[in-house]
């Protein structure tokens, strides 16, 4: 079967059983988190202003998610619809009374409706200041007032508040000013609320995105200057997508955990676990349980930085004991592999904290990517047999690698070496080559923008490595206004599954930003019918339906306007062959 290395090909579904509510579903970033949620394991509630407009919206919602969830009668369990204006009180209370209606509870809420006409400072009318204020901020609170009320109240109490609100909180904009202080707001509020609320069980965080493609500003990059001074900007060298929005917003609606065992609460299994620590004592699963709930039904472990002798091994990484002598360096590192193997395998020992393989749901653990790459290779050879099959095969889901508190400029060298790039790049083999997810640490507040800028940097370089001379070879066609390409033969390299648009569109993701990024206005649709039948889920009947279903899936997720669409439906073909249609 065919498909590119992904670190979400097989992820784990982290949101069984919990409950959402998302202000402004049906559109850009609330859409893409929708879809996030409810492939995640989630039940959806959408609100969405109630025209006609975004009623019809949420029809084609509805459709995705059955595709995505395997048909409508599954749609119809886990998504519903409470429209309705925001900047009215009721809405919000309307919008957490159908959710505790329909599925008892509520877990988590995205406060995302918003609006913004872009509009010079001195052309912003009061109507539009109170509009816009109406819908961005008083609709915010409206809805989160509603969420914390549900949330306080329920048995038991708890749950995970999340305001999308935006880079120009922060930065400003020149024709955003009535804009960019609502989401300022939201990010206050979000502040605010986390301090108020935290007695309650209640988690309160605001993401804050940048240049994303939705309907919200599509006018607006259709300006190529605007468009290429924005990309210009951005360390991957293209705008957002809303799909960009959903990891975060799933990482934040999930119990993202670290634990360790009574046997290792001091200094030399953890460098930062000084005597009287606040931490220095065990966290088990069963201590966690005792301050979540009950109603976790699954969480991410992640490593927890144990106790390293030196930065680098002190021996000889060539010999032929390498093995044996990483272990030795490692020992805590490996410890921590064992003490998770045993909750993997249902043994866990006294002072583990209790077990509970069927809640943790993926483990995210430490690995040497700073080492050269055979010395990386020796490691997780050395990992993959301490971890065992249960671990290894059903947990184990990527890797991390934390480079807070570094020296000015050692963040650059580490992430740009060769051994680095080399080590991230092997990730791609993990778990039957679907792919292992890299996690990496990075700290702004007390490091400075340095090392998120040098990630971003490396990013940049992993993503064109592992695209390979085929991507060279497209950028040479960016400019040439005479070449097209074509969005066909995709199908007949897969084999029967993976069976979903989402999971397809998962697959391709890769290769379709690059074609869109070279060939802008010059992608065409072709079925490749009959051929398109040789592959794919869907069989001779349903392959050139289902491949007509990607495209329109892909076209949504990118926030493709109306002109465009039809661009890649029939225009720019009937303009490449110089034909009417």
């Known amino acids: 079967m065919w498909r590119r290395p992904s670190v979400s090909a097989a992820a784990p579904q982290l949101l069984v059983g919990k409950s959402m509510a998302i202000t402004g579903g049906v559109t850009g970033i609330g859409r893409a988190i929708a879809i996030g949620y409810l492939t995640q394991g989630a039940n959806v509630a959408v609100n969405h202003f109630g025209d006609a407009k975004s009623s019809e919206q949420f029809k084609t919602l509805f459709e995705e998610a059955s595709q995505s969830l395997g048909g409508k009668e599954e749609a119809q369990k886990r998504l519903i619809e409470v429209p309705g204006d925001v900047g009215n009180p009721d809405t919000g209370k309307k919008l957490i009374a159908a959710v505790v209606e329909k599925w008892g509870r509520l877990d988590v809420v995205v406060s995302n409706a918003g609006i913004c006409e872009f509009r010079e400072f001195l052309e912003i009318t009061p109507d539009l200041w109170n509009q816009t204020l109406t819908t961005n901020l008083t609709g915010a609170y409206n809805t989160v007032h509603a969420a914390a009320t549900q949330m306080s109240k329920q048995s038991p109490p708890g749950g995970s508040i999340i305001g999308i609100s935006s880079i120009s909180a922060l930065v400003g904009g020149a024709q955003q000013a009535h804009y960019t202080p609502t989401k300022a707001g939201i990010t206050s509020l979000m502040q605010s609320g986390a301090c108020a609320l935290g007695k309650y069980n209640i988690r309160c965080n605001a993401l804050l995105p940048g240049t994303i493609k939705t309907q919200l500003n599509e006018k607006d990059l259709e300006d190529d200057t605007k468009r290429k001074y924005m990309e210009g900007r951005i360390p991957l060298g293209r705008t957002g997508v809303p799909a960009d929005l ?27 676990m000084k005597p009287g620590h606040f931490l220095a004592k065990r966290h088990g699963i069963t201590d966690y349980l005792a301050v979540a709930d009950d109603s976790v039904k699954g969480f991410v472990y992640v490593e927890t930085d144990r106790y390293l002798p030196s930065s680098t091994p002190d021996f000889d990484t060539a010999g032929s004991d390498v093995k044996e002598k990483l272990s030795q360096w490692a020992h805590e590192p490996l410890s921590e592999v064992k003490f998770l193997k045993r909750i993997a395998e249902g043994k866990t020992e006294d002072g583990d904290g209790g077990d509970g393989a069927g809640r943790m749901k993926g483990c995210v653990l430490w690995a040497p990517f700073h080492l050269p790459a055979p010395v990386f290779s020796a490691y997780m050879h050395v990992l993959e047999g301490i971890a065992g099959p249960a671990l290894l095969d059903g947990k184990i889901v990527g890797f991390r690698y934390l480079l807070q508190g570094k020296e000015a400029g050692e963040v650059g060298k580490i992430v740009g070496s060769e ?51 085929w991507v060279d070879a497209l950028k040479a066609f960016k400019l040439d206004q005479n070449v097209y390409m074509k969005l066909s033969g995709a199908l007949n390299e897969f084999d029967a599954t993976p069976n979903t648009t989402g999971e397809i569109v998962k697959a391709l993701e890769p290769y379709l930003d690059v074609v869109f990024e070279c060939f802008p206005g010059r992608v065409m649709f072709g079925s490749d019918w009959p051929v398109c039948n040789v592959g794919g889920p869907k069989g001779e009947k349903g392959n050139w339906g289902f491949w007509r279903d990607v495209v329109e899936k892909v076209m949504n997720e990118r926030g493709t306007s109306e002109e465009d669409r039809e661009g890649i439906w029939w225009r720019n073909g009937s303009r490449a062959y110089g034909v009417e249609i």
């Open 246 to 272: 959903a990891g975060p917003a799933i990482f934040l609606g999930n119990s993202h955990i670290h634990l360790w065992p009574s046997t290792s609460t001091t200094s030399s299994a953890h460098a930062w």
């Open 419 to 469: 051994a680095w790039l080399a080590n991230i790049l092997s990730l791609d083999k993990g778990r039957g080559g679907k792919g292992w997810t890299f996690d990496v640490g990075v700290d702004i507040n007390r490091d400075g923008e340095e090392g998120l800028v040098a990630v971003g940097e490396m990013i940049k370089e992993v993503r064109r490595r592992g695209g390979g001379t």
